[in-house]
């Protein structure tokens, strides 16, 4: 491990690292461990599970499955209604951004949340949701989004770039309110769904039995999400992923990590609008 490396590892994430890494072999030592473990058996289930919903079902692609299931339990109104907004050029781009957002809260929030309340018996707050002592990592987080934000705002002139973003497609001639900004609240929104089921459920799901590893766990799935946008995006998912994972390690929390996500992700829209003369 190079020097500077080793050097910013030992004094931001040494000490609670190591933390991790006793917890996690005291439970492999312990005799619950010598059977099935039941809180990785359902994290890494429900896991694929949400992510299966979240590509197949999930995506405004998916509607007429949901319109067919509000059918099958008497509520064909809402589905037909549904696909009327998708299909309604007026209304289809913002009903697209909601429909998005709120299958990411059922499948990244709300499944991972029954989980480990009623079948793993687990306290959220174990999650990744803690609020005591984040202050005193904020400053990480800031020189983070120093370091990321100069490389966005260099890629936000590239044509796939402003092909990908902003994922609400503003007409030419459309104000940023009502529609826009609605649609921005969303993508927002979505943000800490996907840091609670990255950064929370799965990385605090598994560290009990893979310890630090369970970042690594963590980075494939989630670096695959991004297999659709663009490559520096991907490649970049994978070191952003294990650093956010690493740091919720650290704090035990996300919502830093939160917070940061939806910078990033807000520089990338309007980077993105401003370099089509949008705004």
Not at 18 to 28: A, C, G, I, N, T
Not at 131 to 140: D, F
Not at 169 to 193: G, S, T
Not at 238 to 257: D, P
Request: hydrophobic share 50%.
């Amino acid at each position: 491990m190079p020097k500077l490396v080793q050097f910013v590892y030992q004094k931001l994430l040494g000490k609670d690292l190591q933390r991790v890494r006793r917890e996690s072999q005291e439970f492999l030592a312990s005799d619950e461990a010598q059977g099935p473990d039941l809180r990785v058996i359902v994290v890494l289930l429900a896991a694929t599970a949400c992510l299966v919903f979240q590509s197949y079902i999930g995506q405004p692609s998916g509607a007429p499955w949901v319109a067919r299931a509000l059918r099958w339990v008497g509520l064909a109104s809402w589905g037909d209604g549904l696909l009327r907004l998708l299909d309604d050029p007026h209304t289809r781009e913002l009903t697209r951004m909601v429909y998005w957002a709120a299958a990411r809260a059922i499948s990244y929030v709300i499944v991972p949340g029954v989980c480990i309340k009623l079948v793993i018996g687990d306290s959220l707050l174990d999650y990744g949701l803690r609020v005591r002592g984040m202050l005193g990592s904020v400053w990480i987080y800031l020189v983070m989004a120093a370091i990321m934000i100069p490389p966005v705002l260099a890629f936000s002139t590239t044509e796939s770039f402003q092909e990908t973003y902003p994922f609400y497609n503003l007409a030419a001639d459309e104000p940023l309110w009502p529609k826009f900004l609605i649609a921005e609240f969303c993508y927002v929104l979505q943000f800490f769904a996907l840091e609670f089921f990255f950064r929370g459920f799965l990385v605090h799901g598994l560290r009990r039995r893979f310890g630090v590893y369970s970042v690594l766990v963590m980075m494939v799935p989630y670096c695959m999400i991004h297999f659709q946008k663009p490559l520096p995006e991907a490649c970049g998912a994978i070191g952003a992923g294990i650093v956010l994972g690493l740091l919720s390690l650290k704090g035990r929390s996300i919502w830093w990590g939160a917070v940061l996500h939806v910078l990033v992700a807000l520089t990338m829209d309007f980077a993105s609008l401003w370099q089509r003369g949008l705004i």
